[in-house]
């Protein structure tokens, strides 16, 4: 069973997802809609939403998962790199992640200022932790994502 986490409403009801309410790729698959705004702090403008997308990676039977938005830098790779953060993937290399999107037809070009000088960026170099991973976990945990959450996701992500 495949699980899609649509997460690409820019404006809440600007009909961005074709009004999709279920997987176009049918019944047997889980279709999950997280709408998310994308103009001033990505972080704090969708808690809701981001702890409803955490739910959702916390759970094995979602497994495998797919999730997107309209382009995949902004929301899509706001998640990438608090998930891949958590699981200690050096900041380096979710730089290198996130310069990819400029391979695609984004509008645009992406540089690494798009990562620091965001609200979840911010956010995570203020919390405790002495390594990118750590400070990940605190700031998900403070943020209001529960610690079984996060310790379930780490699991279920990381390699054995």
Sequence with gaps: RLSLVGSE???RDSGETGQ??????????N??????????????DNKEEILHVFSILSKPENYPIIFHCNIGTDRT???????N?????????????????NLGAIGGTRKITGITKSGYYK?????DGNTLSEKTYN????????KT???????ILSEK
């Design 77 to 83: 790779g706001m998640i990438s790199f608090l998930v």
């Design 20 to 29: 999709i309410t279920s997987s176009p790729l049918g019944s047997d698959i």
């Design 85 to 101: 953060a958590l699981l200690g993937v050096s900041e380096e290399d979710l730089y290198k992640d996130y310069l990819f999107s």
């Design 149 to 155: 959450q996060l310790d379930s996701i780490i699991e």
């Design 139 to 146: 700031c998900l945990s403070d943020f209001g994502v529960p």
């Design 31 to 44: 279709y999950y809609s997280c709408p998310m705004e994308w103009r001033g702090n990505t972080f704090d």
């Design 9 to 11: 409403m820019c404006i």
């Design 123 to 127: 956010a995570i170099m203020e919390a």
